[in-house]
């Protein structure tokens, strides 16, 4: 989802138009699989030798409703002897740009079937999300599974926005798809674009412009509330579909991070229960765009491992496959276990950068590690602490939406600056209230979901409670301290009755409301010395739209106003933030 290339970690990217392909992933794989913004996972299972040239040709795949579907096909031959799999990628970025992957996978006995989404480049129609995508990615199976050549199968593949054109596959039986390597998607287009009820104005509307297609952005601003609109593109009720097993890759700072992984989730819990264990996730320390200020060590492992693993997972659902190439390797033989055994989760847990740190390593597990969820709890004299507090006297927080907290990092698409950035330039604002906890005198590490749970009230009726969590330690050989981002998150509180609430609800003026405000997973190391810091904001722009504190819809415009709000924590209002810590030694360094 990107306009431009924007390099991911050390990661192999594709833009929306061009390629970024990083020499680590290039060396195992000549074509391999450039993913994240605009993904491209061409050809992650690629040959060393090319078979003759293969035939190809653009054809009109006709959905249900009589649109045309722009296609290009690959083929060892125009009549090929041999029934043969398919592997198909689903695209708003201009298909043909996927060619360059045709012969590597013919070379594997594949047939491509690369095709431009509805409304997109040179299929018909009007565009229109991924509201589509179920049934003409069913419709072209369908066409696919009906040709004389084919064996029957069709993996899918395909990041970001061709991500989630997989996932949406789902929503309807796709009774022919037989594997999928889904990277940097989500199943969740709602609550993933409304986050906790707060507009993400500069992924969306970015995104949309960076498309060409602005005039959507109206679509989804009328729709800020859960409706029918977004059925067909939330798969939350529908994993029940689920008969293929699937390589999922995330990163823990990409913009679908959490959707990401619930749909992993949906797939291991509720899909079919013969590929319940045959679901994989490789969860990066990365994201759709670079620019975090910390350097991990070590993160193109699990690039190539992920690569691997789709590579075997694919040919061995869709198998048998007609050898066309001798010298093809075997992807399986790549991979460091045998792929029956392979763990269904693999990690990085990060830690504050530098050979000496804690953290900075890959680990591996068929399930998360045991969590001791651990409160920090905001005291007085801006103290986060383990200890309950007294009486204490409430904080108050301002909030101007004419001069927003401006954003600083966290899982941005076009942002320039994302991932781990130093929060100290917003730290000290006085409309940004700060919790600080004393210097460690252990590790703390911690893995899962990151939430901390408010007390408020204010004298507006709607407003935002933006929420960070930082490691705060001083730099070295310099004596002002940096406060690194951890996980951020926001509640818009007129939607705070969650997800799915129809209509917003005002807050009452002087009420106080309780609130959970989800910052995200996470699996990081506090090291000794640091300090753990949760800041609170009622702003986090352009990341998320600037509240006008009125209650007024999203697309209404008009004024705004100065809003006056309290932060409740005291022994009745235990404001605190809930750690999911973990023992390292349950976290085996790979």
């Known amino acids: 989802m990107a306009r ?60 249900r409703d009589g649109t045309m579907l722009n296609t290009y096909l690959w083929l060892p031959s125009a009549s090929p002897s041999a029934k043969i799999p398919a592997i198909m990628e689903r695209t708003p970025y201009d298909a043909s740009k996927l060619n360059g992957a045709g012969p590597s996978w013919v070379s594997r006995g594949y047939a491509c079937i690369w095709q431009d989404q509805r409304g997109r480049f040179g299929s018909n129609g009007n565009y229109s999300f991924w509201r589509f995508g179920s049934t003409d990615a069913a419709d072209t199976i369908a066409w696919v599974v009906a040709q004389p050549w084919s064996n029957g199968k069709v993996a ?59 005039d959507y952005v109206k679509v989804l601003e009328a729709n800020e509330g859960e409706s029918s609109y977004w059925d067909s593109i939330d798969m939350t009720s529908h994993f029940g579909n689920v008969h293929w097993p699937a390589v999922h890759v995330g990163g823990w700072w990409d913009i679908f991070q959490q959707a990401n992984l619930d749909a992993y989730d949906g797939y291991r819990t509720q899909g079919d229960p013969s590929v319940r264990d045959r679901q994989y996730f490789v969860m990066l320390p990365t994201g759709h765009c670079g620019g975090g200020a910390v350097k991990w060590p070590n993160v193109s492992w699990g690039n190539s491992y992920a690569t691997h693993l789709a590579s075997a997972l694919t040919d061995a659902a869709a198998s048998p496959i007609p050898p066309t190439t001798p010298t093809v390797p075997s992807a399986s033989d790549l991979l460091p ?66 001069i927003p907290v401006p954003t600083l990092g966290g899982g941005n698409l076009l942002l320039p600056k994302c991932g781990p950035q130093d929060q100290s330039g917003t730290d000290d604002r006085v409309d940004v209230l700060k919790f600080t906890s004393d210097r460690l005198t252990e590790n703390i590490a911690i893995t899962g979901k990151l939430t901390v749970n408010l007390y408020v009230s204010s004298n507006v ?49 002087g009420q106080v409301y309780s609130i959970a405000v989800e910052l995200g997973p996470t699996s990081y190391v506090f090291n000794t010395g640091h300090q753990i810091r949760v800041t609170i904001a009622s702003s986090n722009f352009p990341r998320f739209s600037v509240n006008p504190n009125t209650g007024a819809p999203l697309n209404a415009g008009g004024p705004s106003m100065v809003g006056i709000h309290t932060v409740w924590h005291d022994a009745v209002h235990l404001s605190h933030v809930a750690l999911p810590v973990v023992s390292l030694s349950d976290m085996p360094e790979l």
């Open 4 to 63: 431009r290339c924007i390099p991911l970690g050390v990661a192999i990217l594709a833009a929306s138009r061009c390629y970024v392909v990083a020499a680590q992933i290039l060396n195992d794989h000549p074509m391999a699989f450039p993913f994240g913004s605009g993904a491209r996972v061409d050809g992650f299972a690629t040959s060393q030798a090319m078979a003759p040239t293969p035939y190809n040709t653009t054809i009109k795949i006709k959905a």
């Open 156 to 214: 899918t593949m395909g990041g970001s926005a061709d991500g989630i054109a997989q996932y949406v596959q789902g929503m309807v039986p796709q009774p022919n798809l037989v594997s999928q390597f889904v990277v940097v998607a989500t199943s969740q287009l709602h609550r993933t674009f409304y986050q906790q009820g707060a507009f993400r104005e500069s992924l969306v509307v970015g995104w949309l412009n960076s498309i060409v297609e602005p």
């Open 337 to 402: 276990w045998p792929l029956a055994s392979a763990p269904k989760l693999v990690w990085y847990v990060m830690g504050p950068g530098g050979l000496l740190s804690k953290g900075n390593f890959w680990t591996s597990g068929d399930d998360w590690p045991t969590v001791t969820t651990t409160p920090y709890y905001l005291t007085n004299n801006n103290k986060l602490d383990t200890k309950p507090p007294g009486a204490v006297a409430p904080t108050l927080l301002l909030s101007d939406p004419a």
């Open 461 to 509: 009726t709607d407003t935002d409670f933006a929420v960070k969590v930082t490691d705060a330690y001083p730099s070295l050989g310099d004596a002002t301290p940096k406060s690194m981002l951890v996980q951020d998150g926001i509640v818009r509180m007129r939607w705070r009755e969650g997800p799915m609430a129809a209509k917003p609800t005002p807050m009452v003026s």
